[in-house]
């Protein structure tokens, strides 16, 4: 059976502000944050490599060295979270969820604690605190999970899937091309920048 025009613009439609929200969502989010992180690593010099899968590596490394007491080195917070999360793809987009989570969480205790200081009752801040604990546990754990919490929030969890994983590659290749001519001085990838690997 043939569809309608009607019908098949109304898919094509659906499609385009599928994947625009796929793009705002996942694509560019995941872009800034792992440029952000790939940037700051390169530039304190806790990753290395010319391409984006030395780098890939090179975040793997680190992230096992974190794991390791007797090699852990002190790292900025939102540095070691990703790690904590994985580091890689996974980590990233585990802590993009986590953030995603806790601002909300963050605005509804800020909206309690407003509520609870206008009633003054003493109770109502221990429980506003508790509250805040086990939310804060309890969004680590959905943070983990992160593919049961997108398949839950987006009607089209794979679109989304692969707008993220474009954005966080890209946002690498960014960050290293930022860093060529510093990593380029470092000798051991000078040759991956003359043949344009990746």
């Known amino acids: ?3 309608s025009p009607v019908s098949l613009a109304y898919t094509a439609g659906m499609s385009v502000s599928s994947l625009f929200n796929a793009i705002v969502v996942g694509g560019l ?3 800034v944050l792992s440029f952000a992180l790939v940037s700051w690593a390169l530039h304190t010099r806790r990753l290395s490599g010319g391409t984006v899968k030395a780098l890939q590596e090179s975040m793997k490394a680190l992230g096992t060295a ?3 007491k007797k090699q852990r080195q002190k790292i900025d917070p939102v540095m070691d979270k990703w790690l904590r999360f994985g580091g890689g793809f996974y980590g990233l987009v585990a802590l993009y969820t986590w953030i995603l ?11 309690g604690l407003w509520d609870v200081l206008i009633s003054l009752k003493p109770g109502a801040i221990i429980g506003l605190l508790l509250e805040l604990f086990i939310e804060s546990i309890m969004n680590f754990v959905a943070a983990i999970a992160w593919p049961a919490y997108w398949l839950a929030e987006s009607r089209h969890p794979f679109l989304l899937l692969v707008a993220a994983y474009v954005g966080y590659w890209f946002g690498i290749k960014a ?3 930022l860093f060529r001519d510093r990593l380029a001085e470092d000798g051991e990838v000078a040759a991956a ?6």
């Open 29 to 31: 989010p995941l872009f």
């Open 193 to 198: 920048f003359r043949d344009g690997e990746d």
């Open 66 to 68: 974190q794991k390791d």
């Open 1 to 3: 059976m043939r569809e």
């Open 101 to 111: 989570i806790e601002l909300g969480d963050v605005a509804n205790f800020l909206s």
């Open 175 to 177: 960050a290293r091309m």
